[in-house]
């Protein structure tokens, strides 16, 4: 069964077939599902979906471009929530320069960034990072709190292949989804061919980052398919190994579930 890493079922473009839509992708292959926080609300209905349904597990956590949602009040609730039975993750966290410019917002940014990786550390739970636009200064956060000892994945993989190497020599896995599957990814499709097969983690981002033929249009985990079949080419293996191998990947690094 596939190990969805990295959805978004709460998002408001499901409000109309939300619940139709999740029921049918065991069906599918879908087997697991990890939903991700990206706010304050958005960790607060993600767990609502975790306890509504078996297959359904969350990350909590405040992504740079909802920061402003973050306080000790709100840190407080988040490690709260981060010791209940179906919490695998903190996430996704991580620096966001595309959107947020401002030198101040991106100081504020690291700062919750730690935090969130501090979180991590006491309460022995990985993390998802989000990392866009802002690799050096991402790779120095994670230096400073001593990421290899915090496993981790870093999401929507959109860096070198170099970069990834880096990443795996401290112990964290690649998310790969429906973007290595666009014709302009070159660096995406560099990065799956060099790195092993052993560090990659399949995910979608949906309802974003659909994947070819589907691109553009809302994503949901049963077009995971289309992004393993790639993986199966650019590695030269078979799509049953992919599947195979990424779902004992994530059964490892979200291991607080004995899956």
């Known amino acids: 069964m596939i190990f969805e890493t990295h959805a978004h079922y709460d998002d408001e473009s499901f409000n109309d077939d939300r619940e139709a839509l999740i029921r049918s992708l065991p069906?599918?292959?879908?087997?697991r599902i990890i939903n991700v926080g990206a706010s304050i609300e958005t960790t607060k209905t993600t767990?609502?979906?975790?306890?509504?349904?078996?297959?359904?597990?969350?990350?909590?956590?405040?992504?740079?471009?909802?920061?402003?949602?973050?306080?000790?009040?709100?840190?407080a609730w988040l490690k709260e929530q981060a010791s209940l039975p179906k919490t695998v993750a903190i996430g996704e966290i991580g620096l966001d320069y595309y959107w947020d410019k401002e030198p101040e917002v991106q100081n504020a940014q690291r700062y919750w960034f730690r935090r969130q990786m501090e979180l991590a550390r006491e309460t022995n739970l990985p993390v998802i990072i989000h990392s866009r636009d802002?690799?050096?200064?991402?790779?120095e956060v994670m230096r400073d709190a001593h990421a290899e000892e915090i496993p981790g994945v870093i999401h929507c993989y959109s860096y070198s292949k170099e970069m990834a190497q880096e990443f795996i020599r401290m112990g964290y896995y690649i998310?790969?989804?429906?973007?290595?599957?666009f014709k302009n990814a070159k660096k995406l499709k560099e990065t799956v061919e060099s790195i092993p097969l052993e560090r990659i983690l399949l995910e979608t981002d949906c309802p974003y980052m659909a994947p070819e033929p589907y691109r553009g249009t809302r994503n949901d985990s049963s077009n995971i398919p289309y992004v393993i079949a790639k993986i199966a080419e650019l590695k030269g293996i078979t799509a049953?190994?992919?599947?195979?191998v990424t779902e004992q990947n994530a059964r490892k690094l979200f291991s607080k579930v004995n899956w």
């Open 27 to 31: 069906e599918k292959g879908i087997g």
């Open 47 to 75: 767990l609502e979906l975790a306890a509504k349904y078996d297959y359904i597990y969350a990350a909590v956590g405040v992504h740079p471009s909802d920061i402003s949602g973050l306080n000790e009040e709100t840190f």
């Open 134 to 139: 802002a690799a050096a200064d991402t790779m």
């Open 175 to 181: 998310g790969v989804g429906g973007v290595v599957t």
């Open 240 to 244: 049953e190994e992919v599947e195979h």
